[in-house]
């Protein structure tokens, strides 16, 4: 038993460290790869948003795969793709090669976040379910710490050799923090390769679940597989349930299309997709990626953003704990309520204290249109530019930022400034590094009139238009302490309600006929639901503010508040099979 929780504990930190690595990688890798590569906020956001996309996909099949080849092979391959993924994203040398990698890593959480769940779902008793998935969740939580903790040592590393570098002559200033940065991003991927390794082999040593060798016809197997966390007794009774609800597959096959249409089936099917749709739609996945991000916005400098980073994700961790010992205390139904009234407030917070900040922008559009000569624009934020654009405005030695947001006819991009960066860089926006090239899958689809995407041929004689661009000054350190507190009631919320209970919904209320595959329904839309809050993150906040995210936060959280108070059922203490009688009305 103790193997198992371990085990699986360990597909639950390799899920948290596929959510939380990035978020202290993005600064760098934004500061590096924006140069050397010439990505776009869409690019960046791509490459955040590529480990939900690679979960999309994988949920696809993953039920369907679990079904083949069994609940541990399953296992053992997810961890094997998020080992391969690391070499593939620390050395790569473009935008592809990174992208690709984290797709690859996101397919292992995909896989991951199905198949463990599910794994521990069939193989622990009523009794342990809950703690079973909770210490997945908890497990979670700590590979968010430890990707955090690894994202603080890096960031002490980057701000020692800026101070090193003061005494440097500019271009050799820019040279060391650019080597600097860029290290620090790929150091922070190759911690993550033991826990990889440590999972795909441990997987390997793993039984099989006793539900998936019943429904195979292989009973003995699967009484052994029982027998290895339970008293013979309880064993025996188990199975003969089991042996039960699987007796509909066989002796009533004529029926089975009308059985997957009853109630018994969509009731349950459809409230977890709206349990995990709703999960993801307070944007927590955002939010965890994104949140040093968020915090530097709002105030925190530098490593004190990262330190805050680090505490959340404790924070969130400790109330992991508190969510382990309450929900076979207290059931699932009180603690989504309680977790999703918190995210309500903590959001709704948030938003306000960013409106308050984001009050103080500066319309410098007109200044920075009349600038731009030959469709192209260079722009430094030293004091001379902000003497221009500013007017005088704001007092000397105020640090401020440029937000910038322009276009070629179809592409567009966000960009920002700040005057408190060490190395100052010069912003260039020209349409060479704007207007993207169609790939041959691209062009392919083009052709069929079925591509999505902007048209090069439209960008190529555009002018550059500024759409808009705010000059406003950074939040003080103390507004950016006040929303990293919101950010911990958030986190803390989270933690207790749906950090557990979703994994709990998702695997205790779809009945064993099809769990595997209704889960990956569920999970897909969970992930799509969370991919598309990642691809638009920083586009978004660039046009409209942070504000309005939290906002929409807060919004769907209310309607996950009421969901969990007037449909969700408690399932606290009930087998998988009592569950389904209680959606089939028995």
Known sequence: MRYLLFIAGMGGLLYGIDVGIIAGALPYLEATASVAWHLSA??????????????VLSSLFAGALADLIGRRWAMVLAGALFTLSIPLIALADGYLALLLGRLLQGISGGLIGVVVPLYLAECLHARQRGRGAALFQLLLTIGLVAAALI??????????????????????????????????????FWVCLTPGLIFTLGSLLLAESPRWLARR???AQAHQALLRTRPAAEAQAEL???????APETTDATHASEALLSRRYVLPFLLACLVLALTQATGINSILAYVVTILNQAGLP????????????????VMTVVAV?????????????????????????AGLLFRSAEGNQRDVTSVLQARAQGDSLAIQLDSATLQTLDGGFTPAGTVQQLTLAYSYGPFTNVQSLRSDDPALPVLRLNRADTVQADSVIGAFFRRLHLNPFADPAAGASAPLHIEQAHLSPLPSTSHGWQVALAMCLFVASF?????????????????????????????????????????VFLPTVGQYGYATLFFYG?????LYFLTAALLLPETRGKTLEEIEAHFAGK
Not at 501 to 517: H, K, Q
């Open 554 to 558: 807060a919004g769907c959280a209310l």
């Open 495 to 535: 933690a207790v309600g749906p950090g557990v209970c979703v994994w709990l919904a998702l695997s205790e209320l779809m009945p064993n006929r099809i769990r595997s595959n209704g889960m990956s329904i569920a999970l897909l839309i969970n992930q799509f639901v969370s991919t598309s809050i990642a691809a």
């Open 240 to 246: 003969r349930e089991i042996e039960q609800a699987l």
């Open 42 to 55: 869409q690019q960046l956001s791509f490459i955040v948003a590529a480990v939900l996309l690679g979960s």
């Open 217 to 219: 016809g292989d009973l």
């Open 302 to 317: 530098g490593a004190s953003a990262n330190m805050a980073d680090v505490g959340l994700k404790v924070l969130n961790a």
């Open 151 to 188: 994202g603080l040592y890096q960031a002490q590393n980057v701000e020692a050799v800026s101070n090193a570098a003061q005494a440097l002559q500019p271009a050799a200033r820019a040279e060391a923090l650019f080597a600097a940065r860029d290290h620090a991003w790929r150091s922070i």
């Open 325 to 349: 010992a309450l929900v076979d205390r207290k059931g699932r139904k009180f603690l989504l309520m309680l977790g999703t009234g918190g995210i309500v407030v903590a959001l709704l917070s």
